[in-house]
């Protein structure tokens, strides 16, 4: 398998790169290849972006050693050819571009949990500010997590906020992960008079570690205690300071994975004072490493779930109570030794050969789910996909909004009086004369443009012989000349066509209402009652109506997007077939796009079924086909 990480910064800094960098490991170990797309990245299947630079959020994040990645499409596209799956780790405009390219490329993806939104609450030096906290989860999901099928939380903690925040991706909650060096000293530890406390993580202000400072004057065996911190951040000169008026001045430093190992092994107790953590793999590697935690029991932070008793718990934020556990521990050196023994057991269960196979599932799983909802974009291998265009916008977050305004030169009335179809003799004449010309000229311009391929005609001739009635086209729309296509498709016959009322408002509205356009009004209920009634008409004199379900021109938009009901409304309220078709893109000369429409299979509304169930039935039942027929490539 070939696999995609996306995330902002690969440097074993915090417990996100840290993740990103073992999963990677574990999976090259297992066979499969893994790539990287990162800031300041080097090496192979090494991806490098340039750092984005934002006022005062980056100057908070480079003083955690964090940083943003500047989007790259180009090399995004190169991480992502021939890829199986692409994984995201962080919420930033990476991913959100990442999630974009590969969308129109046609990769399963999903994204994971790391970024807790009281981080950022605790970096803007706003504490436990729930209000502004519930803000950015609802932020998160509305620009970005709501696009994603799947999502990977580390906790059942975190997997619960985001149900109570509404998300609505499907979760994969398991651990992150502990690395399996971390084991128990093989060595004895000697009798000494000092007691060593450590507590790993980075410096901040969300970590706490100021209450294992204030902690300490308050234990009885203040003098024997010398506290160890393995990490660097902001807060590292306030902390030094704090520490100045202990009996044994603190150490602070940063460690390489095996030094931080045999550090964990020589401590006699961990300490977690964190009021935030979505897991906190620090306190794991602990665990795993022989040492009894002493937790903070914060109900914004999943680290409590590792305690195995009250023991190892403490009151979040209240030093004094940590200081009587500390001391606790301390004077029952026989029940920690057994204690030591316990937890390291406990953290088997949380092994990365463990977890690895949790994540190999779990992007069997997003794979599998991406095929059934995307068949158009999957293929036995990636070389069969599609050719998808490059877009050089950025689609709006609903697919129903239009990606530019049209420009507005009239304001028209459109109440019961207004003219649908106009019905004006010399109107009908000139109508007739514009269609001929559009087969002359513009048919002409649509093969040169575009090298129109038209597949599926015979699903229409089909339709023809065996139907006699009204017929309702739908297809997705990529550009302003597609109506061309789709009214080539069924020439000699016409094509009338329901637009948004801006249409019929703007420079071209004369030829719009030449080419049979009918405006769909949105202010009036008897204008809506006559519109209505007028495409009832026109099903009854077995014309030929085309809608555009998804309701937004997007250019060269490759996935299907929602579909509105009208077209589903009409077809069961005048019991006539529903004709599919599917624009598809061929690669031409010099960046070209090509088109190809394709013409599905005619489908017909259940009449045992309610209308409501008709409709949706129907929808369903098209958008499968659309789906199928824009997957159709030469």
């Not at 149900?163 to 004895?188: A, C, M, R, T, W």
């Not at 001739?461 to 550009?479: A, M, P, R």
Request: net charge positive; aromatic share 12%; with cysteine.
């Amino acid at each position: 398998m070939t696999i995609v990480f996306v995330i902002d910064f690969f440097t074993p800094i915090n417990g996100t790169s840290m993740t990103a960098i073992r999963f990677r490991n574990e999976l090259i170990k297992r066979g499969h290849k893994v790539r990287v797309v990162s800031v300041g990245v080097e090496g192979e299947d090494m991806y490098s972006l340039k750092e984005r630079y934002l006022p005062i959020a980056s100057d908070v994040t480079r003083k955690q050693s964090m940083v943003f990645a500047k989007p790259d499409e180009k090399v995004l596209e190169l991480a992502f050819k021939d890829a199986d799956i692409i994984h995201f780790f962080l919420p930033y405009k990476l991913a959100y571009v990442g999630h974009r390219v590969a969308e129109r490329m046609g990769i399963p993806h999903l994204i994971a949990f790391h970024c807790q939104p009281e981080n950022v609450t605790y970096s803007l030096g706003l504490g436990w500010c729930e209000p502004f906290a519930n803000y950015i989860y609802n932020r998160f999901n509305k620009k970005f997590y709501q696009y994603f099928d799947h999502i990977h939380a580390p906790s059942a903690f975190i997997g619960n906020e985001l149900i109570k925040h509404n998300y609505k991706s499907k979760l994969h909650i398991f651990s992150n992960g502990v690395s399996e060096k971390f084991i128990p000293s093989s060595s004895e530890k000697k009798d000494r008079s000092i007691f060593k406390i450590l507590m790993t993580g980075r410096l901040v202000a969300e970590k706490r570690q100021d209450v294992l400072l204030k902690a300490i004057p308050y234990s009885k065996y203040k003098d024997k205690i010398q506290l160890i911190f393995a990490g660097k951040g902001p807060k590292e000169k306030y902390y030094k300071k704090l520490g100045e008026k202990l009996p044994n001045k603190p150490i602070f430093g940063f460690y390489s994975e095996d030094e931080l190992i045999k550090i964990i092994q020589d401590a006699d107790l961990y300490v977690h004072t964190s009021d935030i953590e979505i897991e906190a793999i620090s306190c794991l590697e602990a665990m795993a490493c022989g040492r009894v935690p002493v937790i903070a029991n914060s109900k914004k932070s999943a680290t409590p779930q590792f305690a195995l008793d009250e023991r190892s718990l403490f009151n979040a934020g209240d030093y004094k109570d940590l200081a009587k556990k500390i001391d606790y521990w301390i004077e029952h050196e026989e029940e920690r030794l057994l204690m030591e023994k316990r937890y390291a057991e406990e953290s088997e269960k949380y092994k990365m050969h463990h977890i690895i196979q949790k994540t190999e599932e779990m992007y069997k799983e997003v794979i599998n789910d991406y095929k059934i909802k995307h068949p158009v974009m999957m293929g036995k291998n990636q070389k069969t996909r599609p050719f998808v265009p490059k877009l050089n916008y950025i689609p709006p977050e609903k697919g129903n909004i239009h990606i530019r305004e049209t420009e507005r030169v009239v304001n028209i009335k459109f109440d019961e009086k207004y003219p649908y179809v106009n019905k004006n003799p010399f109107f009908k004449l000139l109508s007739n004369i514009i269609h001929i010309i559009i087969f002359l000229i513009v048919f002409s311009m649509v093969y040169f443009k575009f090298n129109l391929k038209i597949k599926g005609k015979n699903n229409l001739k089909k339709l023809k012989k065996e139907y006699k009635g009204g017929i309702i086209t739908v297809s997705n729309h990529i550009h302003e000349w597609d109506y061309l296509c789709c009214l080539k498709a069924v020439f000699p016959k016409k094509l009338y066509c329901p637009v948004v009322k801006e249409n019929i408002e703007s420079k071209e509205r004369i030829l719009m209402r030449l080419c049979n356009m009918i405006p769909i009004p949105d202010t009036s209920f008897q204008g809506m009652k006559v519109f209505i009634k007028t495409i009832d008409n026109l099903l009854k004199k077995k014309k030929i109506i085309h809608f555009y379900p998804e309701s937004a021109l997007w250019w060269y938009y490759q996935p299907i997007r929602e579909f509105e009901n009208g077209a589903f409304f009409f077809a069961v309220r005048n019991r006539v077939p529903i004709l599919p078709m599917a624009f598809s893109y061929r690669q031409g000369p010099k960046e070209k796009v090509y088109f190809t429409l394709t013409i599905g299979k005619p489908l017909f509304p259940d009449h045992s079924l309610k209308e409501n169930e008709a409709i949706e039935k129907l929808k369903k039942e098209t958008k499968a086909e659309v789906i199928r027929c824009a997957g159709i490539e030469e």
